[in-house]
């Protein structure tokens, strides 16, 4: 089970961090993925990172966002800074190895 939170709203060039907790005991062989969609169009990867710390990102939030997690605590985070209205959809947490979604937690950039 995925359990997403942080979404909320904020200004441009603002910042906020999502957190997705993962039950069960073997979290941190996972490779792990934050995922997001807007209305209308498909999902979309955001950001990945595998159980020996290597990332990706999508082009759109390079050098905006950062993917990090704390295998104590079974725990992916998504860390976005700077912002934009186009950063407002829902982002989900994704369990790559088990092909699972978590629920969706959304983010609203509005002045």
């Known amino acids: 089970q995925l359990q997403a939170s942080g979404g909320g709203s904020v200004q441009p060039g603002g910042s906020l961090t999502l957190s997705c907790a993962a039950s069960?005991?073997?979290?941190?062989?996972?490779?792990m993925a934050w995922y997001r969609q807007a209305p209308g169009k498909e999902r979309e990867l955001v950001a990945s990172?595998?159980?020996?710390?290597?990332?990706t990102y999508a082009d759109f939030v390079k050098g905006r966002f950062t993917i990090s997690r704390d295998n104590a605590k079974n725990t992916v985070y998504l860390q976005m800074s700077v912002l934009k209205p186009d950063d407002t959809v829902v982002y989900y947490c994704?369990?790559?190895?088990?092909?699972?979604w978590g629920q969706g937690t959304l983010v609203t950039v509005s002045s």
């Open positions: 994704f369990d790559i190895n088990e092909n699972y």
């Open positions: 069960g005991s073997r979290f941190l062989f996972k490779d």
């Open positions: 990172i595998n159980s020996v710390l290597s990332t």
